[in-house]
């Protein structure tokens, strides 16, 4: 350490250097960024799973005191519409299950931050529109967690549309990619999934074993969810009330995995009123059955019609979301099947009344100058 010594002088003296007193540092005060990250590393690693979240309990709201029915004249949808209703049998938990790399993302353990809890639900509806907020409040802020966790940060989005007075019909729920850019023949954005919301004294699964005008509400209902499927050109879609949520798939089976269908058709082109309906979900069910087994509950059956409608390459068995209705003018109605049995036939006014309104009354009638948004000539 020579060449810390002290600096030789001239006749040996060596250099001194004054003596200063030592000073204490003053005393540290404590962070304040310490203060501000400080958090509860115990609530910080609480975790949980989608599918716990997915299955949690779900609020029960009371049925809507106000259904609003629409006035005649106003749909360009009729109740006969529909022509053929199926079983959409394989919408299940074991087709859920099926897929292992669903259920290891379902299982995987997330930061309870990552699960948000959606807001509080009006239980006690007045009317539809506070029912489709209520659903939107829930059920969207749960399916819409759910499926970021399992697709990532570009994950299909469950949109609520808020109609107002005077304004053409639009479904209470679309959903899609941010980055989809179809739009509809009106200029809305094309959904993959489609959604209508009814009050449960309006419309519910059981009208269909019902008195004939019970068939009727039942049919009806499926219409205004068909028109919808169609106008957005896609296969999936639901129905949700205070009590069930029933999942639909329109169209049936693509032509090259049917061989049923008329060879003449276009590949992808529609069955006009086929319809294919899940069991029906009560709202109330949640976590697992007695015996510790999977149930199919709301949010569960929501994701996995988005899921669904998420895929460009659909799941082994299950079907691409997007159907080609076309314009108008492709008249892709005219390919349908025979009305079921089942189901009550159109009276005399009904029929004049769509004549009136649209300019057809069956798919097979050739196409309308209304249909194409012309008006008949006056006189």
Known sequence: MNHLA????????MQSYPQRRRTTSPPANPSRLSSEIEFDPVLDMQTSTALKYLTAPNPAPSLTQRAVEALRGQNRYFWYDIRNVRAWSDFNVAAITSVPILMDLLRCPVALRDLPNPGKVNTNPETPAQLAEACATHHAVKVNAALKLTQGERHVVMRALTGTSGSRQQPEFVSNYQSDV??????????????VVKCYDQWNSGMRAGLPGERVKYLQGLAHLHYFMREHGTRYGFIMTEIELICVRAGGAPTSLNGDKDPNMPPNVPLFGFVEVAAPVQIATSGPSETGNLRMTADLALWWLHTLASRDEPFPGQYHWRMDVGAPSARTRQFHRPRDDWMPKPNLSEKREAKRIRGWVFPDEPLSKRECGRSRRKA
Request: hydrophobic share 30%; net charge positive.
């Open 6 to 13: 002290p600096i030789a002088m001239c006749a040996g003296q």
């Open 182 to 195: 179809e739009k509809t023949i009106y200029g809305d954005g094309r959904g993959r999934v489609v959604g």
